[in-house]
């Protein structure tokens, strides 16, 4: 099997490794986020929050259980936004493992969490 690695700097300090097999398609190549008019919520949750917001990995919520969100919904959008951008007690990374969105971007990805997790 041939293994094509692709390493992108990030934020001049994190390095990402992208490992595909055999040769990638168009369709298959992985992007991080999307930071032009084209941004994709949904995409970049997939991408860079689903590994832990879709198992639950380390007390993560969610995504679809309004009963992992409501405690922290609570304390307020803007408090989860922070967490979101921050990071969130030494378990959450900084922006969530989306080292190239923006906080807007960032803002949007929550706003797609938040919906698809409501009651």
């Not at 099997?1 to 992108?8: E, G, H, L, R, W």
């Not at 190239?100 to 009651?119: H, K, M, R």
């Given at each position: ?8 700097a ?16 168009a369709?298959?190549?992985l ?25 639950g ?22 408090v ?19 080292f ?20």
């Open positions: 099997m041939k293994v094509a690695k692709t390493a992108v990030l934020s001049g300090l994190a390095l990402a490794t992208v490992f595909t097999a055999g040769s990638a398609t369709e298959q190549t992007t991080l986020a999307q930071i032009s008019e084209g941004f994709d919520p949904q995409r970049t949750y997939t991408q860079s929050c689903g590994a832990c917001h879709n198992s990995a380390a007390g993560a919520p969610r995504l679809g259980n309004a009963d992992d969100w409501t405690s922290r919904l609570e304390k307020g959008r803007d989860l936004l922070e967490n979101t951008i921050n990071g969130y007690n030494n378990i959450m990374p900084p922006k969530g493992m989306c190239t969105c923006s906080d807007d971007e960032l803002a949007a990805v929550l706003d797609y969490i938040l919906e698809n997790s409501a009651e």
